[in-house]
């Protein structure tokens, strides 16, 4: 039996802001799938996802990509803030970020993403959470630096995926 996707919650920026908070999650998915259509009022904005408000250097990720066939780029963060994925300036950038086991008190949280670029460019991100706590809050947001990153009109849907 294929997977069912029941969308849970859903944000809409009707003005500029720095982050989209989602609270009570319920855990009765399986998993989590994140669907982030961010534009961002600079160029390339990061974003990342933190959970149950935790801002320690609990998370790990890393990412590869390259270029209508150039060289594989690669990066490896060992611990960070935030789960990182792209956003662009020029378009609402899709990005789906899908998390396993987030309700699951015994395992770490593994999560991750392929972004497909306009120009191109195509990444693949992995990242961990290093917390068994199960997830019920998720912080979507740049949290690099301070200031209101997302324009009017991103949006986060957060799909839980039923349990079989």
Same mark, same amino acid.
């Given at each position: 039996?294929?997977?069912?996707?029941?969308?849970?919650? #859903? +944000?809409?920026?009707?003005? /500029?802001? &720095? !982050?989209?908070?989602?609270? =009570?999650?319920? %855990?009765?998915?399986?998993?989590? $799938?994140?669907?982030?259509?961010?534009?961002?009022?600079?160029?390339?904005?990061?974003?990342?996802?933190?959970?149950?408000?935790?801002?320690?250097?609990?998370?790990?990720?890393?990412?590869?990509?390259?270029?209508?066939?150039?060289?594989? #780029? +690669?990066?490896?963060?060992? /611990?960070? &803030? !935030?789960?990182?994925?792209? =956003?662009?300036? %020029?378009?609402?950038?899709?990005? $789906?970020?899908?998390?396993?086991?987030?309700?699951?008190?015994?395992?770490?949280?593994?999560?991750?993403?392929?972004?497909?670029?306009?120009?191109?460019?195509?990444?693949?991100?992995?990242?961990?959470?290093?917390?068994?706590?199960?997830? #019920? +809050?998720?912080?979507?947001?740049?949290?690099? !630096?301070?200031?209101?990153?997302?324009?009017?009109?991103?949006?986060?849907?957060?799909?839980?995926?039923?349990?079989?």
């Amino acid at each position: 039996m294929p997977a069912t996707y029941n969308a849970i919650a #859903t +944000t809409t920026l009707t003005a /500029t802001a &720095a !982050s989209i908070s989602f609270t =009570s999650i319920t %855990s009765s998915y399986t998993d989590l $799938v994140v669907v982030v259509k961010a534009k961002s009022a600079g160029n390339n904005t990061t974003f990342g996802l933190k959970f149950n408000g935790d801002t320690g250097s609990n998370y790990g990720s890393g990412y590869m990509g390259g270029q209508n066939g150039s060289t594989l #780029t +690669t990066f490896n963060s060992g /611990t960070s &803030a !935030s789960f990182n994925a792209q =956003s662009q300036s %020029s378009e609402f950038a899709p990005n $789906v970020i899908h998390i396993l086991n987030y309700a699951n008190t015994n395992m770490q949280k593994l999560m991750f993403s392929e972004v497909n670029q306009p120009n191109g460019y195509t990444l693949q991100y992995c990242a961990i959470w290093s917390n068994t706590s199960a997830i #019920t +809050t998720i912080d979507v947001g740049n949290f690099d !630096s301070a200031g209101n990153h997302w324009v009017t009109g991103t949006s986060v849907t957060i799909y839980g995926i039923a349990k079989a």
